[in-house]
């Protein structure tokens, strides 16, 4: 199996990619073969896109204090 990220380019009215002849190589594939291809867009994931979507069991402030004790315990004996 190759995995590796490629770039959609434009080819005449189509778009296609390519895959780089050492992976082909290796997977023993030959130009003309038929493969089945998975394609997984890359998404950007931005803090602000998440937020208000996690669901804590504890407060935001609680968590917090806790982990300020926690970290206080351990570095100010």
Sequence with gaps: MIVCEVKLKKWGNS???RLPKDALRKEGLRVEQKVRAYIVPEKIVRVKDIMGKI?????????LAETDRELDSKFFR
């Design 15 to 17: 778009v296609g990619f």
């Design 55 to 63: 669901k804590l069991k504890k407060p935001t402030a609680q968590i």
